[in-house]
Antibody, heavy 115, light 107 residues
Framework: QVQLVESGGGVVQPGRSLRLSCAAS????????VHWVRQAPGKGLEWVAI????????HYADSVKGRFTISRDNSKNTVYLQMNSLRAEDTAMYYC????????WGQGTLVTVSS | DIQMTQSPSTLSASVGDRVTITCRAS??????LAWYQQTPGKAPKLLIY???ILQSGVPSRFSGSGSGTEFTLTISSLQPDDFATYYC?????????FGQGTKLEIK
């Protein structure tokens, strides 16, 4: 069955960096685009970034553009989100999600930006 | 950027009721709309994509309709598991945009 498992979350100080990982299984990973979507505590969903099936195309939300970088390693069935210059407002649960219309979601990894 | 506005923000209903949630786009998005259900502490679950296509495994009491700028999610007969928060999503072009959510509560 399709599985997406996020890791790498934690508590980090403002201005520091963190890298999230999303390990995929149960489908042909190299055929699918993958997104990151986040949800601040008690708030709604916010789309963060997408990477195409081959890594050749990437798009970002304005709120993270220039600070976050999405990448993938199809040999490892893994997508990454490198988050630099973190801010308090980046505190959220981060979900890895498959496919154009976001059909399968991971369980999420929590990022807390706090001094 | 396209803005998505859901209404109502909160909806109170009883088991067996028929309920409708609306999502409006700030400009025409054809049928590039999906609906998700989220229960507390869980990841969202895809219910409907391309405005009206039911995701595999989703009960048939859920249905979606609309095109252009106005869309609806209808639950024909509420079940206890349906009390959750629902989100719409525009997914053609960037940035993708979610509606702000509709919390469906037990009356």
């Amino acid at each position: 069955q399709v599985q997406l498992v996020e890791s790498g979350g934690g508590v980090v100080q403002p201005g520091r960096s963190l890298r999230l990982s999303c390990a995929a299984s149960g489908f042909t990973f190299s055929s699918y685009a993958v997104h990151w979507v986040r949800q601040a505590p008690g708030k709604g969903l916010e789309w963060v970034a997408i990477i195409s099936y081959d890594g050749g195309n990437k798009h970002y939300a304005d709120s993270v553009k220039g600070r976050f970088t999405i990448s993938r390693d199809n040999s490892k069935n893994t997508v990454y989100l490198q988050m630099n210059s973190l801010r308090a407002e980046d505190t959220a649960m981060y979900y890895c999600v498959r496919m154009r219309w976001l059909d399968y979601w991971g369980q999420g990894t929590l990022v807390t930006v706090s001094s | 950027d396209i803005q998505m506005t859901q209404s109502p923000s909160t909806l109170s209903a009883s088991v067996g009721d028929r309920v409708t949630i609306t999502c409006r786009a700030s400009q025409s998005i054809s049928s590039w709309l999906a609906w998700y259900q989220q229960t507390p502490g869980k990841a969202p679950k895809l219910l409907i994509y391309k405005a009206s296509i039911l995701q595999s495994g989703v009960p048939s009491r859920f249905s979606g309709s609309g095109s252009g700028t106005e869309f609806t999610l209808t639950i024909s007969s509420l079940q206890p598991d349906d009390f959750a928060t629902y989100y719409c999503l525009y997914y053609n072009g960037y940035p993708y945009t979610f509606g702000q959510g509709t919390k469906l509560e037990i009356k």
